[in-house]
């Protein structure tokens, strides 16, 4: 009997568990595929736990203030890390688009800021007041440079790399692993099993600028086809606002996309719901933290396989979703207990953060899968600018709750998100063969 040789033998096994982990026939993966999956899994696996341990709403925001950094300060560093993520990309886009290899230029991003969380952790421990705090919003400012990066080049890797029907289970794959390391995080918090302290979470900076350069190294292992240098010469300022205009589909994804927005604004206006009852400091958010991430254990991977057979209507279920709990909560909140509490709180976030899985899950995929290889990057960068644009203009939001109160901006929201529901009907079905 023929020995398989060890080579084969370990391909043979990653295709088994690559088939498994997506719920396909190994028989139908093609070539380097089964590797290229497990490696998306785990660098993006390290990114997200990454993300999750530098989170500037929680973790930056209670370091600043430790360190008394100014408030003008803490409130910048949520919209610089969003829109500061977005709104290069369109910039970068062409770039992308020439690169012979696109899993370079995500590499790239990673480990910049990998560097960049590992200088915000120096930063916390040697510094004090408005210098921490200014030295720790620039160096945010660099990590969300790189991420544009990496997320203009992400989408037209997994396309090159991982065929259609099994992409959605790669990242619902990794956000839901990653989303029970950083569950796990917040209960050892919560019980006490090591101080909130400052030394302790620039520990867990130091993780996570560890984790990013790992998952630059890692990515580039993929096999990714060289591009070839064909894509289309069009180096005017035009040619990269021309997909928007000419292409309806992407005008209706753009205008779906910023309405569901209101997915990923709330969640700080339920927590303001919640001091109704008095729950205020850190360590009573645990509860919120932890539902937050429960919520993206047990959807993640469901919303992605979800994704995988039709993104419009994943849209359209997310988008319905988050308008029947943004009603429900409106209507609690305006209760004189408001949410009662941290714990009514909690399930607050915990469904609304299922509404907002769902959302991201299916607008990564349905861009992925709408556009050709030649512009995808384009189409990608176009499409975060402008959410970008959009989620800058959210800050006026918080306007709106202190004058009507966060109870009927949530109510707002509701008609937002019915809205994107409703434009993501008329999305064309792009997993169809």
Do not use: C
Request: hydrophobic share 55%; charged share 15%.
């Amino acid at each position: 009997m023929t020995e398989t040789p060890p080579g084969q033998a370990h391909a043979d096994r990653r295709r088994r568990i690559f088939a498994w982990l997506t719920d396909s026939d190994a028989a139908d993966l093609r070539r380097g595929e089964a590797g290229n999956g497990l490696i998306h899994v785990l660098a993006l696996t390290l990114t997200k736990v990454a993300d999750n341990l530098i989170d500037p709403k929680l973790v930056l925001s209670w370091l600043l203030t430790a360190l008394g950094a100014p408030g003008a300060v803490i409130g910048a560093l949520v919209p610089v890390r969003e829109a500061g993520a977005l709104l290069p990309q369109l910039v970068l886009a062409r770039q992308v688009e020439k690169a012979a290899q696109r899993k370079r230029i995500w590499a790239a991003g990673a480990a910049v800021q990998g560097l960049a969380v590992l200088g915000i952790a120096w930063a916390v421990l040697t510094l004090q007041g408005g210098v921490a705090g200014w030295t720790v919003l620039g160096l945010l400012a660099v990590l969300a440079a790189a991420r544009a990066g990496a997320s203009v080049s992400y989408k037209d890797v997994l396309a090159r790399t991982v065929a259609k029907g099994r992409r959605g289970a790669v990242s619902g794959l990794a956000g839901a692993v990653a989303a029970i390391a950083a569950f796990g995080f917040g209960l050892l918090m919560a019980l006490g099993v090591f101080a909130v302290a400052i030394p302790v979470l620039a520990g867990a900076l130091v993780l996570a600028g560890v984790a990013f350069l790992l998952a630059a190294a890692l990515f580039l292992r993929l096999d990714e086809p060289e591009n070839g240098g064909d894509a289309p010469d069009e180096g005017e300022a035009a040619a990269l606002l021309r997909p928007l205009i000419e292409d309806r589909q992407l005008q209706v994804f753009v205008a779906a996309r910023a309405a569901l927005t209101v997915t990923a604004l709330a969640t700080p206006f339920i927590v303001m719901l919640s001091s109704a009852s008095g729950q205020r400091g850190l360590d009573q958010l645990g509860p919120m933290v932890m539902a937050s991430t429960a919520a993206a254990v047990l959807s993640s991977y469901v919303w992605g396989r979800l994704s995988d057979r039709s993104s419009r209507q994943t849209l359209m279920a997310a988008g319905a979703l988050a308008a029947v709990v943004f009603v429900i909560i409106g209507i609690a909140g305006m209760r004189p207990a408001g949410l009662d509490g941290a714990w009514g709180a909690g399930l607050a976030v915990f469904a609304a953060q299922i509404a907002y899985e769902g959302v991201r899950a299916g607008r990564k995929l349905h861009l992925t899968d709408m556009a050709g290889d030649d512009f995808r990057a384009r189409y990608t960068a176009l499409s975060n600018t402008l959410i970008g644009l959009a989620l800058m203009a959210g800050g006026a939001f918080g306007l709106l709750a202190d004058w009507f109160g966060p109870a009927v901006l949530l109510l707002v929201f509701a008609l937002f998100a019915l809205l994107g529901a409703i434009l993501a009907a008329r999305l064309d079905e792009v997993q169809r063969p």
